[in-house]
């Protein structure tokens, strides 16, 4: 239902894209968000946007260097991230839940149906 790409080894301060290729029958029916888990962490919320918005929303931690936008006729999420630092190591899951949850559910996993397989981001100091 989501495949997630786009992972890899990046120098502190560089860039990756990260994709997020959604089935039919999610793209533009479910509220997509972002998240990511480091080794010995909870999964933890990185960004998302609702079904029916094309405006994003994001952690903290994030704010200012990540960046959400949507491919509509290749129902591809993307989530652009800049100036990255070792701490942004952990694996980036893309994910989907169902339209009717309000936006206070959407940060935390639980409120999430389907998941992408979740692909590795590690950044070298």
């Known amino acids: 239902q989501l495949q997630a790409s786009g992972g890899g080894l990046v120098q502190a301060g560089g860039s990756l894209r990260l994709s997020c290729a959604a089935s039919g029958r999610i793209a533009g029916n479910y509220n997509m968000g972002w998240f990511r888990q480091a080794p010995g962490k909870e999964r933890e919320f990185v960004g998302g946007?609702?079904?029916?918005?094309?405006?994003?929303y994001y952690a903290d931690s994030v704010k200012g260097r990540f960046t959400i936008s949507r491919d509509n006729a290749k129902n591809t999420e993307y989530l652009q991230m800049i100036s990255l630092n070792p701490e942004d190591t952990a694996v980036y899951y893309c994910a989907a839940a169902s339209k009717t949850k309000i936006q206070s559910e959407l940060w935390t996993p639980r409120a999430y149906d389907y998941w992408g397989q979740g692909t590795l981001v590690t950044v070298s100091s």
């Open positions: 946007r609702r079904w029916s918005s094309s405006n994003a």
